[in-house]
């Protein structure tokens, strides 16, 4: 069965630090565009991050550059979200995303981890 599992989701104090882990299970994501997705109450879902296949380029959103560091781990089948100096509008659902037209469109989806940034 194909599945992406996030982790690493907490409650953390503004200015603190957090590391979102996706593991992917039943395919391999290196063929696929992966991406992190976020969605506070009352609002739109929106992107966060994205990664090419390869890890060679990296694209944030901008409430985000300079903060948010996005890697994969091919080998591991595993994409990572490093977070640093987190403020309370970063609090949000945090979906995993993996994307791949060949055919047909492969989109998959986690369950989302939830980032609570409060003091």
């Known amino acids: 069965q194909v599945q992406l599992v996030e982790s690493g989701g907490a409650l953390v104090q503004p200015g603190g630090s957090l590391r979102l882990s996706c593991a992917a299970s039943?395919?391999?994501?290196?063929?696929?565009?992966m991406s992190w997705y976020r969605q506070a109450p009352g609002k739109e879902r929106e992107l966060v991050a994205r990664?090419?296949?390869?890890?060679?380029?990296?694209n944030y959103a901008d409430s985000v550059k300079g903060r948010f560091t996005m890697s994969r781990d091919n080998a591991k089948n595993t994409v990572y979200l490093q977070m640093n100096s987190l403020k309370p509008e970063d609090t949000a659902v945090y979906y995993c995303?993996?994307?791949?037209?060949?055919?047909?469109?492969?989109?998959?989806w986690g369950e989302g981890t939830q980032v609570t940034v409060s003091s």
């Open positions: 039943g395919f391999t994501v290196s063929p696929y565009i």
């Open positions: 990664i090419t296949t390869s890890g060679g380029t990296t």
């Open positions: 995303n993996a994307r791949r037209l060949y055919i047909i469109l492969y989109d998959y």
